[in-house]
């Protein structure tokens, strides 16, 4: 990447451009292509073709246009997605299964997203940093569960709400680790830290989550939730001593569990 900072900046403009609360109101009912799709006409290549090895920052709908018409274009594509319609929808070709199709690679393209915001504030910071660190991330990783590769370490960033069975534990390969990526009503804890009708101990619970949820995020103006650079940063100190990384790894995901 020859110049970090500025493509990090055109990255966190264009984030901030996605219209969250309209797509996610048209989309919220929209869950008919729930099914596993054949590798054919998965959108991962393409995403990562155009977000990560061109930066060519696409709107959701002139992306999911392109890659329409690239299923289309493609002859072992194009069978892929006939055999899967016919299998599971018989339906009449009235752009019902399109909707269907484009609502289940919105939410593909948004996560994807998530997880190239963490891999370009790695790469902005190595560089800022003067640390000679390769992230790899591309299709072929992300379908094996690898959301980024620096050496030999691999990472997922894991959602996480407030539950406590949802936090990420380290990954089952010795040295894979799980990056929480916080998913939280910032209005509901905010609520919840000031209510009387809440015991004490709680509420001091949910002020810390908020503190932790501060340091180690920024929310954009339209809501899209990014990695800070503190966050980052402690990856990007600990990388080289796997226990280490673990250990500050598990404390951030205790953080912003409200527990410390």
């Not at 790469?123 to 094996?144: P, T």
Request: glycine share 2%; hydrophobic share 35%; with cysteine.
């Amino acid at each position: 990447m020859e110049n970090p900072s500025k493509t990090l900046k055109l990255y966190r403009d264009f984030l901030e451009s996605i219209p969250l609360d309209k797509f996610r109101e048209k989309y919220k009912e929209i869950k008919w292509v729930e099914q596993d799709l054949p590798k054919e006409i998965l959108p991962l290549a393409s995403i990562f073709k155009n977000y990560w090895d061109k930066h060519n920052f696409l709107s959701f709908d002139d992306w999911f246009n392109e890659f329409w018409e690239e299923l289309h274009s493609n002859k072992e594509s194009l069978n892929a997605l006939k055999k899967f319609k016919k299998y599971y929808f018989n339906k009449d070709d009235n752009g019902w299964f399109r909707l269907g199709f484009k609502a289940r690679m919105y939410r593909t393209w948004v996560s994807v997203l998530t997880q190239l915001d963490f891999c370009y504030v790695f790469v902005y910071l190595s560089a800022k940093q003067n640390k000679n660190l390769k992230l790899e991330c591309n299709a072929e990783l992300d379908r094996r569960g690898i959301d980024a590769r620096v050496d030999d370490v691999d990472f997922q960033v894991a959602k996480i709400s407030q539950r406590k069975e949802a936090r990420p534990g380290a990954g089952r390969r010795k040295r894979k680790i799980a990056i929480p990526y916080a998913v939280f009503n910032i209005d509901e804890l905010k609520r919840l830290s000031k209510s009387p009708r809440v015991r004490e101990q709680n509420r001091k619970k949910y002020k810390r989550a908020l503190e932790a949820f501060f340091k180690y995020f920024e929310i954009l103006s339209n809501g899209f939730v990014v990695f800070s650079e503190y966050y980052v940063s402690e990856i990007i100190k600990n990388i080289h001593d796997i226990q280490a990384l673990k250990e500050r790894v598990n404390r951030i995901s205790l953080e912003l569990a409200g527990e410390y």
